[in-house]
Nanobody, 121 residues
Framework: QVRLVESGGGLVQAGGSLRLSCAAS???????????MGWFRQAPGKERELILT????????VYVDTVKGRFTISRDNAKNTVYLQMNSLKPEDTAVYLC???????????WGQGTQVTVSS
């Protein structure tokens, strides 16, 4: 069983930056390195949306146009950790941010509990 724990959320002013971390445990380093990792967010009253993913080889994909050029995803397989660097934050980025993991040919299997990000204007 893989456990994901996010950290790094908080309150930040518009224009500021945050870096979220998602640490995986319960999986060997080799297993973690094969997972596709993703960051999702869910704002109040809205559906959960997939923001970015990173493959086992480090290829990244962005799924939300409004974060392009501002958010980046990265991973450190030696630390079983994936990161979300968020720059130029806007009030509309306020949400609970969750990380998730999936084997390559499966759906999102493992989820973190989420971390709150609040951007004040």
């Amino acid at each position: 069983q893989v456990r994901l724990v996010e950290s790094g959320g908080g309150l930040v002013q518009a224009g500021g930056s945050l870096r979220l971390s998602c640490a995986a445990s319960g999986a060997s380093g080799r297993t973690f390195s094969t997972y596709v990792m993703g960051w999702f967010r869910q704002a109040p009253g809205k559906e959960r949306e997939l923001i970015l993913t990173i493959s086992a080889t480090g290829a990244t994909s962005v799924y939300v146009d409004t974060v392009k050029g501002r958010f980046t995803i990265s991973r450190d397989n030696a630390k079983n950790t994936v990161y979300l660097q968020m720059n130029s934050l806007k009030p509309e980025d306020t949400a609970v941010y969750l990380c998730a993991a999936r084997p390559v040919y499966s759906g999102w299997t493992y989820w973190g509990q989420g971390t709150q990000v609040t951007v004040s204007s």
